[in-house]
């Protein structure tokens, strides 16, 4: 059974119990002007608005200048054992030394 807690209208804003607890127009309007006569709330201007970024471009990891593929590679498990052993980063520790053979072996020619 639901308490009566729970049945009570929500009266924040002026609501009564035939209400759909939304604020009246005057509470909108008077919430409005309070907020425009803070001096820490002022709105902003057209230059902060163009600066700024959509939430979703910052989300994640920074995007590199260096794109890496994702692929499926089988190592001994002594290779994998060793680098995960050098703690937290021992894939990009991996790609380093693969990276220092790639350049060291392809200057043979």
Known sequence: MRSSRNLRPNLAFGADAHSSNRPLLE?????????????????????????????????????????????SVRYSPEVVAYFKSTGEGWQSRMDVVLREYVARNSRRG
Request: proline share 9%; no cysteine; glycine share 2%.
């Open 27 to 71: 509470e909108v309007t008077a919430i409005a002007a309070a907020a425009k006569s803070d001096p820490d709330a002022q709105p902003l201007t057209t230059r902060q608005l163009k600066s700024m970024a959509p939430m979703r471009a910052l989300r994640g990891r920074p995007k590199s200048e260096n794109k890496k593929l994702l692929l």
